[in-house]
């Protein structure tokens, strides 16, 4: 995500690198770096002026932080303009009514079917909406098919009529559906063109007269840079909507819509689209995305997904396992399935301040455990509760049962082994200090 932006804006900051102050001199070569990074990460040259303008003027008025390295302080200004650039706060999204009703806009291929069943899967779970999909593309019957499936994949109603080539009169019956059956959110599907013409707006604008949402979204794939940017004012003309979905985040995208669509159009982005799966929607926070960028991580966004799968009752089970000796690999399966809950093992990492440029050319497989699941599932009921008893013959039979090498076995095993004698340890009165003695003693 934003990488080549990270490097180029790393570089600039390198420059003032073991500099004692911030001078007019060598604060110039940064600034002229940084905004080359930002034309080359797609942003018009115009925002990318006005923004190390205003980057100078800041850093240049600085001085009397003194305590700070110069690098340091021109990343916080950075970070904060940037923050600043892309909305400042998250935005809100309103979904008050009965039903509320959302209107989904942009051309075909952004991604709006897609991320239509997305938001249904977001809001009924974080939200405990009960969310009806509404397929309102009449050109494409491959559109509305494909809601079809999402929804039955998520567990999400679909309204659909094929028969009819009218968006009004198939939103209107939507609703009225959803009033009648208790679904008490509708988030409508538009048709979408190739480029922007003017039936595609009159009847987009046409059902957004009709129905009134509560929330008019814009999707947007990040990956067309400042077309993208141009694409989001022509239609914010038309419909004058509430904010902006960027898709395929997670691509190789240069950054420059994410960065300018807000100073361009003045409409916040409101959730991000970072992969294919049914729950790689992100609530799109302004400040956290600029430290992402300037490779600071986003810890209280792993939090906040370490937090929605964390089970209370099962972490005190888990807890009083430990404290008899009695965690075995069936739990350790169980903490597995809650990691690869989360999402991306890559992005999960780059969430960590320092780890993103680390894991750059290292390729996770999202399947990252497969290989020590497959070994736990060749175990016996009985070798999983009790790993003690699995001696020679058995760590060969698991082995071949697997298709894993015994080696692999005898590893896995071993760290299982280390990890639950250090969480013994923690559990004990003086738990850190006994597992420091340890890890000193595994020097």
Avoid: W
């Avoid at 009703?101 to 899967?121: C, D, I, R, W």
């Avoid at 959110?185 to 048709?191: E, F, G, P, R, S």
């Avoid at 070798?383 to 080696?407: F, L, Q």
């Amino acid at each position: 995500m934003f990488e080549s932006l990270s490097d180029r804006l790393d570089s600039a900051f390198h420059i003032l690198k073991g500099r004692n102050k911030i001078t007019e001199i060598n604060i110039a070569e940064s600034v002229k770096e940084i905004r080359r990074a930002l034309v080359d990460a797609d942003v018009s040259y115009k925002i990318a002026k006005q923004f190390t303008d205003t980057v100078k003027e800041k850093a240049l008025g600085s001085d009397v932080l003194v305590s700070l390295k110069p690098g340091q302080l021109m990343t916080k200004i950075v970070r904060d303009e940037m923050a600043s650039l892309m909305g400042g706060e998250a935005a809100d999204f309103k979904i008050e009514g009965k039903p509320a009703v959302v209107l989904m806009s942009g051309l075909q291929g952004s991604g709006k079917t897609t991320f239509s069943a997305k938001l249904a899967n977001y809001l009924k779970t974080k939200k405990t909406r009960k969310p009806l999909l509404v397929a309102c593309d009449v050109y494409r019957p491959a559109a509305i098919d494909q809601l079809h499936v999402l929804g039955e994949q998520i567990g999400v109603d679909v309204f659909s009529n094929k028969e009819s080539k009218d968006p009004v009169e198939i939103s209107k019956a939507a609703i009225a559906h959803a009033k009648a059956n208790g679904h008490n959110l509708v988030i409508i599907d538009t048709a979408g063109r190739l480029a922007i013409d003017e039936e595609m707006m009159r009847e987009i604008k046409a059902v957004h007269t009709a129905v009134e949402p509560n929330e008019t979204l814009f999707v947007v794939d990040s990956m067309t840079g400042q077309d993208a940017v141009n694409t989001a004012k022509a239609f914010n003309d038309v419909l004058d909507y509430d904010g902006v979905i960027l898709t395929k985040l997670d691509g190789d995208t240069r950054g420059g819509a994410a960065l300018t669509i807000k100073a361009v159009v003045d409409k916040p982005i409101k959730f991000v689209g970072t992969g294919e799966k049914m729950d790689a929607l992100d609530v799109f926070h302004p400040s956290r995305m600029a430290d992402r960028i300037l490779g600071m991580g986003d810890v209280v966004s792993l939090v906040e997904r370490a937090q929605e799968q964390f089970d209370e009752e099962k972490a005190r089970d888990m807890q009083k396992k430990i404290a008899k000796n009695q965690f075995g690999f069936d739990d350790f399966l169980d903490q597995i399935q809650q990691i690869k809950k989360m999402g991306n093992m890559k992005d999960l990492m780059g969430m960590i301040p320092g780890m993103g440029k680390m894991m750059r050319n290292i390729d996770i497989d999202d399947d990252a455990f497969k290989h020590i699941e497959a070994m736990i599932h060749s175990m016996t009921p009985e070798e999983r509760t009790n790993p003690s008893v699995i001696n020679g013959s058995r760590r060969k039979r698991i082995a071949r049962g697997a298709g894993r090498d015994i080696t692999e076995v005898n590893k896995l095993l071993k760290q299982f082994a280390d990890m639950s004698k250090m969480m013994k340890m923690m559990q004990s009165q003086g738990g850190k200090r006994n597992m420091m003695n340890m890890m000193r003693g595994m020097r």
